[in-house]
């Protein structure tokens, strides 16, 4: 087989490189650490590799095979300017993974990488023998980096460099300027008439938009049978960058129009369908969708042959339904439910109606009516195949679209300059603002009520209004979620995943990511389809409901931790919304567009970053903690200790993350909160200051009290003194200085009072109060009210240090002896 044009040379080095698990293993490895340390710059780090990878790629089998060499030939070179972009960043990824510190990517970096495992795969994807050649390569693929290292080493590789630089630049300013500086940037590479920027208008339907993404994609490179282009580099959600020759636009339009159609009807990514069920038929998107009116007829038979199976208002399932009737089921729809015929020419047959409908009334005449019929096929063969011929024309008629929804979309799309009209006020989409004349008539099980409130419909008026294009949008969704077990009226959330606004062109069959969703939600139920890169973003549906296992905020907490945990585990950001809304891609790693009080509370509704800051770039501004790991880290936590406690709704416990707050629920809730690994990691992590000031409390009370080994009352009981004193104090008005004297003398005399104390000191009664008084006012507890609010979870917060503080004196009298 040859590959003489460069798009069919990227297809078969993307099937190369893809067929082995070096992308997947690189997603798996790197997802879940960052690339850039630069606030507007997040994305993962595996995103970053990959985006370098693929543009470097790309622009090499464009030179390559545009200068007249044989992409069979190139695979040796091929495979190694994949290997050698895979490891770009290997000085990031082992100070992330290892701990190892290198001044970039020195051979103590590669060597790092190497002795760990080869996490990538990389040289059971390319071989032995390379590392010399691949370290040359990635020393030379950033400009300012130090390349004396290599700079004797002898390769025949040396020509990729230029590929690994184009690689790493590009995708490095695309994702700190944007795609358009990411063109100039390769026009500067290459020739300025080889490289060609499309600009689109984005539609404001996301699964519509996505498929003209990857059609117009699909076109430029020639896979919709029609001619090649050149060769796609990447693409944002509204332009596409490819190398290649230019393209008019109308006739790209044009094909993306005729591919789309395709694609939509042709594959097995959607399936559409008809609206029925016991006493109403409506043909839905059959009416609008320009598909042939014969597979429109197998649609809505297969439609009557699921519902006739199942039973249905007193109507006995059927065990077999014989394949002959159904060119009959689409005539007795338009019949008998759109035309409401309930007069036959044939006696045997009209006899037979007005039996049924005088057994089970107008309503249910219908589906008992088409029952009967087909258990008496043969005896009423000739009355159908007449009623067919007279019918199927008038069916046709109505299957017919009005007009062309997908050139109506296409041309939204390409349309750069002007954006959609808005309708008038009775004649508005109550989803997008476009002109609509059709009534949205979905009954109950829909993703939006059919008589709901909408901004866009008079406060009396029966139905609100849904364009052609939306309409499409639903059908899709519909499917989408039916794919995905999810409940279309049970609160519809969609998560967008996508590793950055701008993707790599990799050329792979279409997917989606995977949230199944049980009757119980288990995170181990998550699976993520990794290798599945064709989309620009992934359209996850998912039900926010309430479960009968839980209350619905904390369900909602549930289904969030488990979409934060998917994110992380592709190296994806993910932006959650509502269906029909225009995806929007964002600076953080985790953004919920709709997101609950008690996320706000805990810092769960927006996630700057997928892991901390490195130590050289520690920030000040709060951000350097809101990120994905350390969300994940908190969600355990809660689930652990609700588990344990046996609670329904563990999520609405916690009301802050803070130090005290979270020792609180902890040693409130579990019986060995202090043995929790996972929490004590946490509080040194996140709450380092707040751990060690409430420790040098603690430390201060073993100096006054003693260790206490027995119960919580007498490891609290000199804590408690001293809140009281505090309060006492509080409540009489006293003085800063008249305070702290009157807290220190109670404290000294309840000390001294209980004879395990042992030998009590003034001045241990004076650092104790001393480091107390300090954590009260450094977390702004002090004030009389905090003071008495938040009593019981200090008590508590001391409780954790206390033993916390044993248990490392325990550990350095072990480690003594």
């Keep these: 087989?040859?590959?003489?044009?460069?798009?069919?040379?990227?297809?078969?080095?993307?099937?190369?490189?893809?067929?082995?698990?070096?992308?997947?293993?690189?997603?798996?490895?790197?997802?879940?650490?960052?690339?850039?340390?630069?606030?507007?710059?997040?994305?993962?780090?595996?995103?970053?590799?990959?985006?370098?990878?693929?543009?470097?790629?790309?622009?090499?089998?464009?030179?390559?095979?545009?200068?007249?060499?044989?992409?069979?030939?190139?695979?040796?070179?091929?495979?190694?300017?994949?290997?050698?972009?895979?490891?770009?960043?290997?000085?990031?990824?082992?100070?992330?993974?290892?701990?190892?510190?290198?001044?970039?990517?020195?051979?103590?970096?590669?060597?790092?990488?190497?002795?760990?495992?080869?996490?990538?795969?990389?040289?059971?994807?390319?071989?032995?023998?390379?590392?010399d050649d691949l370290h040359y390569l990635v020393q030379r693929t950033e400009v300012n980096e130090d390349s004396r290292e290599t700079r004797g080493t002898e390769t025949e590789f040396a020509g990729l460099d230029r590929y690994c630089q184009i690689g790493d630049q590009v995708a490095s300013v695309i994702l700190r300027d944007g795609i358009k500086s990411g063109s100039a940037k390769l026009c500067k590479k290459l020739d300025?008439?080889?490289?060609?920027?499309?600009?689109?208008?984005?539609?404001?339907?996301?699964?519509?938009?996505?498929?003209?993404?990857?059609?117009?994609?699909?076109?430029?490179?020639?896979?919709?049978?029609?001619?090649?282009?050149?060769?796609v580099v990447g693409s944002t959600p509204d332009r596409v960058l490819y190398l290649g020759d230019e393209i008019d636009r109308d006739v790209l339009r044009?094909?993306?129009?005729?591919?789309?159609?395709?694609?939509?009807?042709?594959?097995?990514?959607?399936?559409?369908?008809?609206?029925?069920?016991?006493?109403?038929?409506?043909?839905?998107?059959?009416?609008?969708?320009?598909?042939?009116?014969?597979?429109?007829?197998?649609?809505?038979?297969?439609?009557?042959?699921?519902?006739?199976?199942?039973?249905?208002?007193?109507?006995?399932?059927?065990?077999?339904?014989?394949?002959?009737?159904?060119?009959?089921?689409?005539?007795?729809?338009?019949?008998?439910y759109i035309d409401g015929q309930s007069e036959f020419d044939d006696e045997d047959v009209q006899a037979a109606y007005d039996e049924i409908y005088e057994e089970q009334g107008p309503q249910k005449v219908k589906i008992h009516f088409v029952a009967y019929l087909?258990?008496?096929?043969?005896?009423?063969?000739?009355?159908?195949?007449?009623?067919?011929?007279?019918?199927?024309?008038?069916?046709?008629?109505?299957?017919?679209?009005?007009?062309?929804?997908?050139?109506?979309?296409?041309?939204?799309?390409?349309?750069?300059?002007?954006?959609?009209?808005?309708?008038?006020?009775?004649?508005?989409?109550?989803?997008?603002?476009?002109?609509?004349?059709?009534?949205?008539?979905?009954?109950?099980?829909?993703?939006?009520?059919?008589?709901?409130?909408?901004?866009?419909?008079?406060?009396?008026?029966?139905?609100?209004?849904?364009?052609?294009?939306?309409?499409?949008e639903y059908a899709l969704l519909s499917d989408t979620c039916e794919?995905?077990?999810?409940?279309?009226?049970?609160?519809?959330?969609?998560?967008?995943?996508?590793?950055?606004?701008?993707?790599?062109?990799?050329?792979?069959?279409?997917?989606?990511?995977?949230?199944?969703?049980g009757e119980t939600i288990d995170l181990s139920d998550t699976e993520v389809e990794t290798s599945l890169l064709r989309p620009q973003y992934y359209v996850q549906p998912f039900n926010f409901g309430g479960h009968p296992a839980m209350g619905e905020k904390n369900h909602r907490m549930v289904i969030v931790r488990q979409l934060m945990q998917a994110a992380q585990d592709a190296g994806m950001k993910v932006v959650l919304g509502r269906p029909f809304t225009r995806f929007e891609s964002s600076n953080a790693a985790f953004v919920d567009e709709d997101a609950i009080r008690q996320q706000e509370l805990l810092d769960l509704d927006v996630l700057d970053r997928f892991g901390p800051l490195p130590s050289f770039a520690d920030s000040n501004d709060g951000h350097g903690q809101s990120h994905l790991r350390r969300a994940l880290a908190l969600c355990k936590i809660i689930a652990t200790v609700g588990q344990e406690a046996g609670m329904r709704n563990s999520y609405l416990q916690l009301d802050q993350d803070t130090f005290h707050h979270l020792a609180n629920f902890a040693v409130q809730n579990h019986e060995n909160a202090t043995h929790l690994s996972d929490l004590e990691s946490y509080l040194e992590t996140y709450h380092t200051a707040q751990l060690m000031d409430m420790k040098t409390v603690a430390e201060r009370g073993v100096d006054l009290f003693g260790e206490q080994y027995d119960s919580k009352y007498k490891k609290t009981k000199i804590f408690r003194e001293a809140i009281d004193a505090f309060l006492s104090g509080k409540n009489q008005r006293m003085s800063d200085d008249d305070l702290r004297e009157h807290v220190a003398a109670q404290v000294y005399d309840a000390a001294d009072r209980e004879d395990y104390a042992g030998y009590v000191t003034v001045e241990e009664a004076d650092a104790f109060v001393d480091a107390l008084q300090a954590y009260l006012v450094e977390n702004d507890l002090a004030s009389l009210k905090k003071l008495s609010d938040w009593e019981n979870a200090l008590v508590n917060s001391y409780l954790y240090a206390y033993e916390q503080v044993l248990y490392e004196d325990d550990d350095t009298e072990s480690s003594d002896n």
Excluded at 76 to 81: A, D, G, I, R
Excluded at 212 to 227: C, F, N, P
Excluded at 272 to 294: G, H, T, V
Excluded at 500 to 513: C, H, K, Q
């Design 254 to 336: 044009e094909r993306v129009g005729s591919h789309l159609s395709q694609q939509l009807v042709e594959t097995d990514r959607y399936s559409f369908s008809c609206k029925l069920n016991w006493n109403s038929f409506d043909y839905d998107i059959l009416s609008e969708f320009a598909l042939d009116p014969e597979k429109k007829e197998e649609i809505i038979a297969t439609t009557f042959r699921d519902l006739l199976a199942d039973g249905t208002a007193g109507v006995e399932g059927f065990e077999h339904i014989r394949d002959d009737f159904d060119p009959y089921f689409p005539v007795l729809a338009k019949a008998v």
């Design 192 to 231: 300025d008439d080889e490289v060609h920027l499309i600009e689109l208008t984005q539609v404001e339907q996301p699964i519509l938009n996505d498929e003209l993404l990857g059609a117009t994609k699909e076109v430029i490179s020639g896979e919709d049978d029609g001619e090649e282009y050149g060769v």
């Design 483 to 517: 794919r995905a077990d999810v409940n279309l009226n049970s609160n519809v959330g969609v998560a967008y995943y996508y590793f950055d606004e701008f993707l790599g062109d990799i050329r792979l069959r279409g997917g989606r990511v995977g949230l199944q969703q």
């Design 374 to 472: 087909l258990r008496n096929f043969e005896e009423h063969r000739e009355f159908l195949e007449k009623l067919r011929e007279n019918v199927r024309p008038r069916l046709h008629d109505d299957l017919e679209p009005e007009s062309d929804v997908i050139g109506s979309v296409v041309g939204r799309f390409f349309d750069a300059t002007t954006s959609a009209l808005l309708g008038s006020k009775g004649g508005m989409c109550f989803l997008c603002g476009a002109e609509a004349e059709t009534d949205y008539q979905k009954g109950l099980s829909a993703v939006y009520r059919t008589q709901e409130f909408s901004r866009r419909v008079r406060p009396h008026a029966k139905y609100k209004k849904i364009c052609e294009v939306c309409n499409l």
């Design 1 to 131: 087989m040859t590959h003489d044009t460069p798009a069919s040379a990227a297809r078969y080095a993307h099937k190369y490189i893809i067929d082995t698990p070096l992308v997947g293993n690189v997603l798996e490895h790197a997802g879940e650490y960052d690339a850039k340390t630069e606030p507007e710059e997040t994305t993962s780090l595996a995103a970053h590799i990959i985006n370098a990878m693929t543009v470097g790629v790309n622009t090499f089998v464009y030179n390559a095979v545009d200068g007249g060499r044989d992409i069979m030939e190139l695979e040796e070179e091929l495979s190694v300017l994949a290997a050698a972009l895979a490891l770009h960043d290997t000085n990031k990824y082992v100070r992330e993974a290892y701990g190892v510190e290198t001044d970039g990517n020195t051979s103590e970096a590669f060597d790092a990488y190497f002795e760990n495992g080869d996490d990538f795969g990389v040289e059971d994807f390319l071989g032995e023998g390379y590392r």
